[in-house]
């Protein structure tokens, strides 16, 4: 009976567990691009010129009006930094839960933005001059908003989860690769050969 029950009852954590476990690889990949931090000028630009571009493609793929995207030209703009133009077209995706794997991964991102907003803090940024996104991301509700729909598509059991992982993976992806863009933009000052 215990089975049962447990079977019909939606679990938000067990879907949780579904997109930790199926994105975790390329999750370690993403987060690696930044492993000090993000307490230098480079750092920091790097991570806002990346965001911005992955901010703006992730708007599109899920239909929303551009929010993060604004907050951080706002930061470009304060930082003198120059977005990254578009790697081929973005369109919006039909499918919901495919919708839903790319807002799991940006509203998972503003766990990190509270860590992060500390780090650019030292470098003299805040709400509101060059840290815009990271305040404002750090501080919303989107990762409760996510939550709840997480839980709303729990109770459909029946329906497969492939679309919600490929929206999830996709996402991740695409943040990695604008990340992976910054860097080639924004490379490091070439050390001279000591004499």
Not at 29 to 43: I, K, N, S
Request: contains cysteine; proline residues 5%.
């Amino acid at each position: 009976m215990n089975t049962q029950l447990r079977n019909r009852v939606p679990d938000t954590q067990d879907l949780r567990h579904f997109l930790r476990a199926g994105t975790s690889d390329l999750h370690a990949r993403v987060d690696a691009c930044f492993l000090e931090g993000l307490g230098t000028p480079l750092a920091y630009g790097r991570y806002v010129v990346g965001m911005h571009r992955f901010a703006s493609d992730f708007e599109i793929v899920i239909g929303a009006v551009p929010r993060a995207s604004y907050w951080l030209a706002g930061d470009l703009h304060d930082l003198a930094l120059a977005p990254l133009p578009p790697s081929g077209v973005r369109g919006f995706a039909d499918d919901a839960d495919e919708r839903l794997g790319w807002e799991y991964v940006m509203a998972g991102s503003s766990l990190g933005a509270r860590h992060l907003l500390r780090g650019v803090q030292t470098l003299g940024h805040d709400a509101q001059t060059g840290a815009r996104f990271l305040a404002r991301h750090a501080g919303g509700e989107t990762w409760r908003n996510v939550l709840e729909r997480l839980t709303a598509r729990a109770a459909q059991v029946d329906r497969p989860r492939t679309h919600l992982l490929q929206g999830a993976r996709d996402a991740f992806l695409l943040v990695e690769s604008c990340f992976q863009r910054s860097f080639d933009a924004m490379p490091a000052p070439r050390k001279e050969p000591v004499a």
